[in-house]
Structures are given as C-alpha cells and as structure tokens.
C-alpha cells in the first residue's frame, strides 16, 4: 500500500493544480518523469508560414511544442518531419542539459505501411530486413491475394530511426513497411483550439525526447506526459 501512496499524491496534487487552469487562468504544465511541472511564463508565436511555437518557461528550464500549422488536430512527434517537434532544456549549477524529440536509435514505436505485398500467410513473430536496426518482428494477416492486410509489433527490436523502411519476411519480399518513429522520440502535440479573436491557443501534449548530446546512440530520456497548455496568448512572429 505504501508504495502506491506517492503516485496517489502526484495525482491528486496534477488534478487539483489542472483545474486551476481552467476556466480563465492561461497556463502551461504536465508531468515531468513523473512529477509536477509548471511554467512561470508560457507564450506562443506564428511564423509567417503558418507554423506554431509554444515556449513555457521556469526559472532554470524551457520547454518548446513546434507544429507546422495551427489547425486543431493531431500532430506526431519524433518522425522525419522536424517541423513538428518538442524540446526540453535546463541550466542549473553550470550543468546543462538538452532533449529533443529527434532522429534516435531505439526500439520502434509506430509504423506505416508502404506495400501490403504479394504471396503472404497470415503469421505470427515474422521477421524483417533493411532498416538500422534489428530484432523487429510483426503478427501479420494476410488476404486471399497474398497482401499482408493488417501488421502488428510482436517485437520492437532494437537500434531503428524514424524512416527505416523494412520488409516483412515470407511471401514474394515485397511488403514495407517505414518506421514512424521510436520509443526514445516519439509523442504528440494536440491543438484544440486556436481563437483568433483573443489571439490564444490551447492544446495538450505528450512526448519521450532523447537526451541531444547523446543522440543516436542512447542515453537517458526525458517524459513529459498529461501535458496541458491553455489560452497561451499569441505574440507577433519571432
């Protein structure tokens, strides 16, 4: 019982602190590996090509959302797209550290298909080829044409990048799929809602980012998760 206790207390302390930004009190915060998060100062900026920047600030940190657009909607971090990112950065005691959700090594998380294929049995843990990785194996079904219809991760490997393109052993060799992206770079960012009239923007956000002075090759993660941003006000273009 007592081990639950302090998760018990962040989520206490997270759902009382969240309804403090609402209904009128602009805001940024989320849990940071875990624990509370706060900006003192939150701000957002549109560039002359449509593209939105959140920055939250505290004494020491910064956190940064970047999507290509300010549309409502889902934007996926950690992909080939670097338009839509998010970054974490402190400065205390001479130590500085950086995270970003950028190109990292690491077990996949999400995939797209490029070719369903030809020739396939629907399988279980089939193995794959191609991309910088290795060990990622996928449940396939396969139709009565031989095309691999659905794909699921039975194991995640190890060592891919966002944009690894890999083929699913068996059939003809000709079913792709493209790494979206990886457990160490991966999240989203939610716009929903960007009002014109009060120039603000609200939204919530998730994300893993890998440490940048260690990337590709591994080191500690950055988690932000239950992320909220509301009526951050809009300030002329960078």
């Known amino acids: 019982m007592k081990r639950f206790l302090p998760l018990f207390i962040i989520a206490i302390a997270f759902s009382s602190c969240q309804e403090d930004l609402k209904p009128n009190n602009p805001g940024f915060q ?3 590996d875990d624990v509370f998060w706060r900006a003192n100062d939150a701000r957002a900026y549109v560039s002359a090509t449509g593209k939105l920047t959140v920055e939250a600030y505290t004494e020491y940190e910064q956190v940064t959302l970047n999507t290509n657009s300010t549309s409502p909607g889902i934007y996926v971090l950690g992909t080939t797209n670097s338009n839509n990112a998010a970054s974490y950065s402190s400065s205390f005691d001479d130590i500085d550290l950086e995270y970003g ?4 090594l690491g077990p996949v998380s999400s995939v797209a298909v490029v070719a369903q294929g030809t020739g396939y049995t629907s399988g279980t843990s089939i193995a794959t080829t191609g991309g910088t990785g290795s060990g990622l194996t996928f449940n396939i079904t396969a139709n009565a044409s031989g095309a691999v219809t659905t794909a699921t991760l ?3 490997g190890n060592g891919y990048v ?4 890999v083929t699913i052993a068996g059939g003809d060799l000709n079913c792709k799929y493209v790494v979206v992206n990886v457990q160490n770079s991966n999240g989203e960012i939610e716009i929903t809602e960007y009002d014109n009239l009060t120039m603000t923007v609200s939204g919530k956000f998730k994300f893993n980012a890998a440490n940048a002075n260690n990337s590709p090759f591994g080191g500690p993660i950055l988690n932000f998760q239950y992320g909220e941003f509301y009526r951050v006000p809009i300030y002329p273009s960078l």
Do not use: P, V
């Not at 959700?101 to 990292?104: L, P, R, V």
């Open 30 to 32: 989320g849990l940071k």
């Open 154 to 156: 039975s194991s995640r």
């Open 101 to 104: 959700t950028i190109a990292a």
């Open 162 to 165: 966002a944009g690894d393109i």
